[in-house]
């Protein structure tokens, strides 16, 4: 992959499924986006309604409980978007339209292996204009109770330490750590499917969640096991699968960062807030673009090379 270059999805991808907090049927189509204009999510209208849009950046979070939801002054837009924007992250997808049914993206499996798989099947297209980055200069922490999460300069391209601790014998203490890349995120992190406890399950039903969740798209605990018959894809699949929704959620800042990103009994509340932080500290990022070098007669990425001092629409 010419890594130097942007790239967006080469055909249209459709998926259907349910929502897992709703358990509505739903609809997601992904399409080919131009250079430069990043994610953007189309929620259709239907019966007369008009559609809505909404470009993904910080300033578009509008809930994270249970889930990251985008919105604007009219209300929420899509929710469960994570997994799809991971499996943007992890592939190198720059620019592409979401055209959602339904406020919800699929949940499909319960990972971001569904999206990766459909995404692989007609490929990346690469386009003219050269890979932009978030590159980070200062340290960023947040606090959120005992969750903590920063973002540190790290020149090598994006790097994730999370740690997870849940008093639960089969999850306990877990770590993750790696570098992303294409390939480390089909064989690493991909996979690992979302998961939840039997002893939540009221209290989310409750409150209007997890409508759609079910043993084909959530790994479920008991108090002693895991129901699931196929077992853990993972030995460590928890800890993976909240990797996973960083990357996801991270994006959230609008161009694949390059730093380091270390979290310890996080969730999708704690990235976002450590986004939010990012993106209103101006000296602690800027943008820069993949620079062009060639070795042996091949075009190669080389050490991204500073712009001028603009960049995307954070706030």
């Known amino acids: 992959m010419r890594t130097q270059f942007q790239h967006t999805v080469a055909d249209r991808i459709e998926l259907s499924g ?14 080919p986006g131009q250079p430069n204009t990043g994610v953007i999510f189309i929620r259709r209208g239907g019966e007369g309604a008009a559609d809505r849009m909404i470009a993904v950046t910080p300033g578009a979070v509008r809930n994270t409980e249970f889930a990251t939801v985008l919105g604007d002054r009219h209300g929420p837009l899509c929710s469960t978007v994570e997994h799809l924007l991971a499996a943007f992250a992890g592939l190198g997808v720059d620019n592409a339209i979401v055209e959602v049914e339904g406020g919800e993206l699929p949940i499909l499996d319960g990972s971001a292996a569904p999206f990766v798989e459909a995404i692989d099947a ?54 993750y750590s790696g570098t992303l890349t294409p390939d480390s995120f089909r064989s690493e992190l991909a996979g690992a499917r979302t998961f939840g406890f039997m002893s939540d399950v009221g209290k989310l039903w409750s409150a209007g969640y997890a409508r759609g969740a079910s043993l084909d798209n959530t790994i479920c605990l008991t108090e002693d096991r895991i129901l699931n018959s196929d077992g853990l894809r993972f030995r460590d699949e928890f800890v993976r699968h909240k990797a996973l929704d960083a990357i996801g959620d991270l994006a959230l800042a609008g161009l694949p960062i390059l730093g380091r ?11 976002a807030m450590v986004v939010a932080a990012l993106s209103a500290n101006r000296a602690a990022w800027t943008v820069v673009e993949a620079a062009r070098r060639r070795e042996r007669g091949h075009a190669d990425l080389g050490v991204p090379a500073a712009v001028p001092a603009y960049g995307p629409d954070l706030s």
């Open 261 to 271: 990103y270390r979290s310890a009994c996080g969730g999708h509340r704690l990235n």
């Open 122 to 175: 007609v490929g990346l297209k690469v386009q003219s204009a050269p890979r932009r980055f978030l590159k980070v200069l200062k340290p960023i922490r947040v606090e959120d109770g005992r969750a903590t999460g920063e973002l540190l300069p790290y020149e090598r391209g994006f790097r994730l330490e999370v740690d997870i601790e849940f008093d639960h014998r089969l999850v306990g203490k877990q770590h």
């Open 18 to 31: 349910c929502g897992i907090h709703s358990g509505a049927p739903v609809t997601a189509r992904l399409l």
